[in-house]
């Protein structure tokens, strides 16, 4: 007879002496749902088409969302760091592969570079304001902020890069992203004041 003894972290399986913890649990789940994901695209793909088309864009982005989010699923918050070295190293080469594979040239450097390095100086942005400053008014206001301002700074890439006349979206976010902050910044601070007299 076979014993299951069920704690906060782990199975014990009583008989057989297997461990089985919550984290394998975990990134077996997520193996297994992008697995019945590609084969769903495969399926798709090829009753309609009858040869691979689009197929290529889902699956290449869900195994390389798996491979680089798969440290973080794992381990949790101590995986993030390996998570976020990973997108950073990895997703230019991924994009630039991936317009040679599909043969869609005119894409990676004036539309696909700029966003991918921004966004990658973004998500760096928020982890270390995440980190260093504690205070939430503040480390909002300063994550807002950044992201204001590289996105101005990718609607700038872009419109050198594709040497194209563009509506100006990217003063938009970023004038909207300032205000915010301030707002931000002025209610932390009436916030605190208001502790402060209590």
Not at 53 to 68: D, E, M
Not at 133 to 146: D, E, G, L, Q, R
């Amino acid at each position: 007879m076979v014993r299951v003894i069920c704690a906060p972290n782990q199975f014990i399986f009583r008989g057989q002496m297997k461990f089985i913890p919550d984290s394998h649990a975990r990134l077996w789940a997520i193996s297994v749902f992008i697995f019945i994901a590609i084969f769903v695209c495969v399926i798709c793909n090829m009753a309609i088409e009858r040869e691979m088309t689009w197929l290529v864009y889902p699956v290449c982005s869900l195994i390389f969302a798996w491979g680089v989010f798969g440290p973080l699923i794992y381990r949790g918050k101590d995986g993030l760091l390996l998570s976020l070295g990973l997108l950073s190293s990895l997703i230019l080469p991924y994009l630039l592969v991936l317009e040679q594979w599909t043969h869609t040239g005119g894409w990676f450097i004036p539309i696909a570079f700029p966003i991918a390095v921004f966004s990658i100086l973004f998500i760096w942005a928020v982890y270390f304001t995440a980190r260093r400053i504690k205070n939430p008014w503040t480390a909002s206001a300063v994550i807002i902020a950044s992201g204001g301002v590289l996105s101005l700074f990718t609607y700038l890439a872009i419109l050198y890069l594709s040497e194209q006349t563009m509506f100006p979206w990217g003063w938009i976010p970023f004038g909207s992203a300032l205000g915010l902050a301030v707002l931000l910044l002025i209610a932390g601070r009436i916030r605190r004041e208001a502790n402060n007299n209590l």
